[in-house]
């Protein structure tokens, strides 16, 4: 037998000018001489076939195209783990010939004469980064790490420091590899493994202690369903934080009570889940409290009931197929939700309405909402958006049995549905009068908000009438003309007539006042912030 062959195996990995793939046969092919390995790459369009050649199959691929046959000496089988931490933080003895040498390091001037360039203080900064005792952060990242052979006093001895790993795109072929890695670095708790084709144990249970000290975990785009993922639970029973984007994960379904039990955070973008059927299980999960959803072709949310994802403080569900405001209604459900991502879906992208309008109600429907899309949530935002939800969706409330006597209101079971938290919202804020429900003309007369501006450095009070439209700023280069103070040096605020509304700020220039809800009657606080 070839050389070349004697150290490959099937099941082990290789890389073929940077492309990875897994042994799945070694030996000779009719009709052709010599020993061939049969390779199925990560990257099905580099294959030719399935695993067949002259109509005789060798291998099996997962795809059609999956397969190629290579001579053994073509292909790379990768380096030790410690042989590549030494070649990318390990010292270089020769410091003066790699930073003087006239090919590596020079410029030239402007008589065309190469003037060679000296490192200043390079043999420091080459000591510093070969301590490898002190790394605490390393990346090997595409380097072929395929094992851990070197002697255990190698890893031990120099690498006793590291806390987070990068071994993501490599050719480690097993978790029993990773396992006695992990094993001999006692401060490792985030460990990448992505882009990896990772074989999993027979027996998860038995490498669980080898983990004990791992805490976050990525295996993005690994090739895993979800019972695969379940496996790693099982092989992970410390882990807080599971990023799983880009693989074959279509179902969820019910969670060993052994799995994910202090998982706090868990990625699962861009796998095709399609129905929030599939990701109710989760909901179990005692305390889990960001879940990222992104691109993951989903189409509705169910919450079942409010017990269900009762930890969950952040949902990402950007770039998705919502379309209807009955799926954000069963947000209401999430109790401690804080946090939510909801662009680029078509709730969110509807024509018929501004995307203000639209960021209004979303803050309204979700009563603790602090972060949306990323932007937070002001409390005069959270204000105005109330009081306009209660305009909004006041004729509607009556028609299906509102009442502004509190003992005769009895709005419909449908009504109620569609909007969840109305009834609150009259409590917080009085049932909406019926001025206050009706249409606004668009004529400028009946735009016009009669309000008192009052500076309170001088105790000063105007009656003016002003367009609903005006943004903060255009209200403080009116404010500026009247009481001499430049919009810079101003605070705004205002207070509603209503027994016992709050003074609400006045905190965005591009904000309009029909955006806070300022209404007639309404007062105008100016304070002045002086700069010395």
């Known amino acids: 037998m070839e050389e070349s062959v004697i150290n490959i195996g099937v099941g082990m990995r290789v890389s073929y000018y940077s492309n990875h793939g897994t042994v799945r046969y070694v030996g000779s092919l009719t009709s052709s001489a010599g020993s061939w390995l049969g390779i199925e790459w990560d990257e099905a369009s580099r294959g030719r076939h399935d695993g067949s050649h002259n109509g005789t199959k060798y291998f099996s691929t997962s795809s059609p195209t999956g397969g190629s046959f290579i001579r053994p000496k073509k292909v790379d089988t990768g380096v030790a783990f410690f042989d590549a931490l030494i070649g990318r933080y390990g010292k270089v003895e020769d ?96 460990l990448n493994l992505s882009d990896n084709r990772l074989e999993l144990p027979h027996n998860p249970v038995s490498l669980s202690f080898k983990f004990s000290n791992l805490s976050n975990l990525y295996l993005n785009r690994v090739g895993y369903d979800w019972s695969q993922v379940l496996l790693c639970g099982l092989m992970l029973p410390g882990l807080t934080a599971l990023h799983v984007c880009y693989n074959n994960i279509k179902t969820i379904s019910s969670i060993d009570s052994r799995c994910f039990q202090r998982l706090e955070t868990f990625n699962l973008s861009g796998n095709e889940l399609v129905d929030w059927n599939y ?55 999430v109790k401690n939700l804080t946090e939510l991502k909801l662009s680029k879906n078509p709730v969110t992208q509807s024509s018929a309405m501004s995307p203000e309008t639209i960021r209004q109600l979303l803050v309204a429907k979700l009563p603790k909402l602090q972060l949306l899309n990323g932007s937070m949530v002001a409390h005069g935002e959270r204000h105005g958006a109330e009081i306009d939800y209660l305009k909004r969706f006041g004729v509607e409330w009556l028609r299906a049995g509102g009442n502004r006597d509190p003992g005769m209101t009895q709005a419909s079971v449908e009504f109620l549905r569609e909007h969840p938290r109305y009834n609150d919202l009259i409590t917080k804020f009085g049932a909406p009068e019926d001025g206050e429900l009706e249409v606004k003309s668009s004529a400028l007369k009946n735009a016009l908000i009669s309000v008192v501006i009052h500076c309170i450095a001088t105790d000063k009070q105007l009656s003016k009438k002003i367009p609903g439209s005006f943004t903060v700023q255009k209200l403080k280069a009116m404010i500026s003309r009247l009481f001499k103070i430049q919009p810079s040096e101003m605070k705004l605020s205002y207070t509603s007539n209503k027994p016992g509304a709050p003074k609400i700020e006045l905190d965005n220039d591009l904000r309009t006042l029909y955006f806070y809800s300022v209404e007639t009657d309404d007062t105008i606080l100016v304070e002045q912030s002086l700069k010395y």
């Open 95 to 190: 410091v003066d010939r790699i930073v003087n040498n006239k090919n590596d390091m020079f410029v030239v001037g402007d008589n065309k004469k190469v003037v060679t360039v000296t490192m200043v203080g390079a043999s420091k900064i080459n000591d510093k980064q070969s301590q490898l005792d002190k790394l605490s952060e390393v990346s090997l990242s595409g380097l072929n790490v395929s094992c851990c052979q070197s002697p255990s006093s190698d890893i031990q001895n120099n690498c006793n420091n590291i806390m987070i790993l990068d071994l993501s795109n490599t050719l480690l072929s097993a978790w029993t590899m990773v396992a006695t890695l992990v094993e001999q670095l006692p401060k490792l708790h985030v």
């Open 279 to 333: 990701v109710v299980a989760l909901g179990q999960l005692p305390c889990l409290q960001y879940l990222i959803l992104q691109e993951c072709s989903l189409g509705n949310i169910i919450i079942p009931t409010t017990e269900s994802f009762s930890t969950l403080t952040s949902l990402s569900l950007s770039t998705n197929n919502i379309s209807e405001w009955s799926d954000v209604n069963e947000l209401f459900k």
